[in-house]
Every structure is written in structure tokens, then in C-alpha cells.
């Protein structure tokens, strides 16, 4: 069991500085291109701006489901890749379809997972929403 809180808090610890290092980048490009963006129509701005956003934070999701799949591989807890990118991604959806399951000695994990996953959906909503203030802020 400890070595299932171990292996959970360093990855969720781990994911959620991957999560927050693409927030930053994503940040920084919104700010690079802030002047660009406000020369924009208003509707060019904003679905420009959080097709862009939203597309890197997707992409920054993806890795993190997919260093839970690694991590979960790398124990053996699952025969192949797959089926562990599968339940990691099932899992930190929240989904949990059920169809495929953690053995007894590892399913504390799920529970790590389904959380990463909820915190950093929070936190990229969050996200999301502050780039729509900033350019509703921006002169129109």
C-alpha cells in the first residue's frame, strides 16, 4: 500500500508541474502574440486564441495520460502499452468504464489517476477562462 501512495503522489506531483509548465507556455505565447491578436475582428481573436490554447492543452493532457500509461507499463500491471494507455486515459477522464481494472495490489493508483485527472481539468478550464477575460479586455 505505501508503495502505491508513493508511486501515486510523485506522479500526480509530477503531472500536475507538466500541466502548469504548458499553462505557462501557453500563457507566454498568448502574451507574444497579444498585439497581433488584438489587430484581430473580435470572433478571429477569440476562436483563434482558444483554438490555440485549448489545442496545447490537449496535447499537454496527452502527455500526462500518457506517463500514466509508462508508469503503469513499466510495473508490469499490464501486459501491454494499449491497454494501459486505455485505462489511463479511462481513468483520468473519470469515466472508469470498468471494463478494464487494476489488480487488487495496484488499485489504489486509479484513484491517484482519476484525481490528476480532475485537478488539471479544473486547472486548464480555469485557464481557458481567464484567456477568454484577457480578450474581452483587449480593445475591440
Not at 492543452?57 to 494499449?82: K, N, P
Not at 495496484?106 to 489517476?113: E, Q, T
Request: hydrophobic residues 55%; proline residues 1%; contains cysteine.
Amino acid at each position: 500500500m505505501i508503495i502505491q501512495l508513493l508511486i501515486g503522489i510523485a506522479m500526480t506531483a509530477l503531472t500536475i508541474i507538466i500541466g502548469s509548465l504548458i499553462i505557462v507556455y501557453c500563457s507566454e505565447r498568448l502574451q507574444k502574440h497579444r498585439n497581433w491578436l488584438s489587430d484581430q475582428h473580435l470572433l478571429v481573436r477569440h476562436v483563434t486564441a482558444l483554438t490555440l490554447m485549448t489545442t496545447w492543452l490537449v496535447v499537454g493532457l496527452l502527455v500526462v495520460m500518457i506517463l500514466w500509461a509508462l508508469a503503469l507499463y513499466g510495473l508490469g500491471i499490464f501486459a501491454d502499452f494499449e491497454a494501459s494507455l486505455y485505462f489511463s486515459m479511462i481513468s483520468f477522464t473519470t469515466l472508469g468504464f470498468g471494463d478494464v481494472i487494476l489488480p487488487d495490489n495496484w488499485r489504489l493508483l486509479s484513484g491517484f489517476i482519476a484525481t490528476d485527472g480532475f485537478i488539471l481539468f479544473g486547472l486548464n478550464t480555469a485557464f481557458l477562462f481567464e484567456v477568454l477575460r484577457r480578450l474581452r479586455e483587449e480593445p475591440r
